[in-house]
Structures are given as structure tokens and as C-alpha cells.
């Protein structure tokens, strides 16, 4: 019927005059308004992977899209957390001294816990000290050696023991 001219509704648009139907928004672009003659990119932390659509959605905790126009997000690799809880645009490495849970939603690195350690970036587990050697503290990249005249017998020890007397190594 030409008698009149409607609006392309939300999800569609018309690009041009004398169009004779709406397109829908392509996947990774959206509109949320009537009438409208384009849709709207999703910008890098968001996606749609519908058609027609009205709005972008927030890549979840430990997800990322780092570029415009997503269908979907890309899970966060091992040993790296989304910078963000929701929308992230990028996953970043856990550093040396932490470690991500991969159990968890991988937006959070924790410190090894004293008597561990990670030497390496990306640690998804802290590596206890072995004999010989201790951390007394949180957060550390390397073990210290006891010092000459002590010892450690165990593994993940936080301090050593003093040789007792008559004793020396």
C-alpha cells in the first residue's frame, strides 16, 4: 500500500530514500530506535550475535572482545584475567608472584601465598620453595636460600632452623 511510509522499527534501519523494506542490524551492530537510517556498532567489550537487535551486550567476567562489531567474546587464555568484571576489552597476564584460579571467574590474580612462589608471568598454580630454600612472604617471583649454618628439610617453609650445636652443614 502506498498511501504511506512507516518507520523501520528498533533491530532494523533504512539506508537510503525509496527503500521498500527494512534491513535488519547485522550481527555485532545494533539500533534501538525507530525510523533510524543506520545501526549502531558494539564497541570492543560488547557483543550481539543476533540480527535485528536493540542492544550490546557486556562480555561476562573472564571474557573479552577486543575489537568493534563482535558476535561474541573470546574466554580469557591461562594465567590472564579480564580487566574488568563485565565488558572487557582485552584479558591481561597475571604477574610473577601471582596466580589466577582458573576455577574462578579470572578477574582477579592472587598472590602466592608465603612459602610459594611463580617465576614466570601467566602462573595458573604457585610453586612451593623447595628443601632447603624459604619465602616469608606473600606475592614472591623466587625462594631465598637458608642461609649457611641453617637448614630445611621440608618443602613451602616460610623460615629456616639454625644447625644445633655440634651440628654444621
Not at 572482545?65 to 580487566?83: F, L, M, P, R
Amino acid at each position: 500500500d502506498q498511501t504511506e511510509c512507516l518507520d523501520c522499527s528498533v533491530g532494523t534501519f533504512s539506508p537510503e530514500t525509496r527503500a521498500i523494506k527494512c534491513e535488519k542490524c547485522p550481527v555485532g551492530w545494533v539500533n534501538d530506535v525507530s525510523g533510524s537510517f543506520k545501526c549502531v556498532i558494539c564497541v570492543a567489550g560488547q557483543f550481539q550475535a543476533l540480527v535485528g537487535n536493540t542492544s550490546c551486550i557486556n562480555c561476562p567476567a573472564g571474557w573479552s572482545a577486543g575489537t568493534e562489531g563482535n558476535s561474541g567474546c573470546t574466554k580469557c587464555g591461562y594465567g590472564t584475567i579480564s580487566n574488568k568484571k563485565h565488558g572487557s576489552d582485552t584479558c591481561v597476564d597475571c604477574l610473577k608472584g601471582q596466580m589466577v584460579d582458573m576455577k574462578t571467574d579470572q578477574t582477579v590474580c592472587f598472590d602466592c601465598s608465603v612459602g610459594t612462589f611463580s617465576a614466570e608471568n601467566k602462573a595458573i598454580e604457585c610453586e612451593k620453595c623447595p628443601i632447603g630454600w624459604i619465602n616469608p612472604m606473600s606475592g614472591s617471583f623466587k625462594c631465598a636460600i637458608c642461609d649457611a649454618g641453617q637448614f630445611q628439610p621440608l618443602e613451602g617453609k616460610t623460615s629456616c632452623t639454625n644447625c644445633p650445636i655440634g651440628w654444621a652443614n
